[in-house]
């Protein structure tokens, strides 16, 4: 349960403009302009006037921020950004950030499930797998390659094999997908409502 995490107050981090921009899909062209108008806005003192600086996100940034990691997330490197800035602020603020490159972003209920087996029996429905799979409650963060085989594998074997802690996880947020007994539409549900408001509370949406 996240709600169980040491959550860094969003008071001690930046804005989240940076996270945020990719997020949105910008281009880099616009991202540098933007930053070249919070330059600009540090030179004549207005930087951090919340209402007009560049630094912060706007009402209508901070709206489709939401609306996209509230839905499938399927662009893997801003998915590995928003999921790495999220684990680094459910830790102590005493741990220094930890942002690996070698990462790898694992889907809990796999991508090929099978038409048997207990993946089949928790998500019979496949108009119903595809809503879930690509959101952030389905998705972990690993840090070594997974066989993918196992992978693939009924989530009791999965959880021993890809979640253990003497094999992958060295993420607070992955750890407690490991807690659970099994994986279900719910469990997925439950772990994206508290991903998206943990996300929401760190970058001022």
Same mark, same amino acid.
């Given at each position: ?9 969003s ?65 893997i ?5 928003l ?29 090929r ?10 998500f ?6 595809e ?6 409650? =389905?998705?972990?963060? %690993? #840090?070594?390659? &997974?066989?993918?085989a196992?992978?693939?594998? $009924?989530? @009791? ?11 992958? =996880?060295?993420?607070? %947020? #992955?750890?407690? &997908? ?6 279900? $539409?719910? @469990? ?14 760190i970058?001022?949406?």
């Amino acid at each position: 349960d996240l709600h169980s995490f040491p959550t860094r107050r969003s008071s001690d981090l930046e804005p989240g403009l940076c996270l945020g921009l990719q997020i949105l899909g910008y281009k880099s062209k616009t991202i540098a302009e933007r930053f070249d108008s919070v330059v600009s806005a540090t030179a004549n003192n207005s930087v951090l006037t919340r209402t007009t600086s560049p630094l912060y996100l706007t009402d209508s940034e901070r709206g489709a921020i939401r609306e996209k990691i509230s839905g499938p997330m399927k662009k893997i490197g801003v998915t590995k950004s928003l999921l790495l800035r999220l684990n680094v602020a459910v830790g102590d603020a005493s741990i220094p950030p930890y942002f690996p490159k070698e990462v790898e972003i694992e889907h809990v209920m796999p991508q090929r499930t099978g038409t048997n087996g207990s993946w089949a029996e928790h998500f019979p429905n496949e108009s119903e797998r595809e809503k879930l799979l690509h959101l952030l409650g =389905n998705l972990a963060l %690993l #840090t070594s390659k &997974i066989n993918k085989a196992a992978s693939n594998a $009924p989530f @009791a074997a999965k959880r021993k094999k890809v979640f253990s802690l003497n094999q992958n =996880n060295c993420f607070a %947020l #992955t750890a407690n &997908i490991a807690a659970h007994s099994e994986w279900t $539409p719910d @469990a997925i549900l439950k772990r994206q409502h508290e991903l998206v408001r943990h996300a929401s509370e760190i970058m001022g949406l």
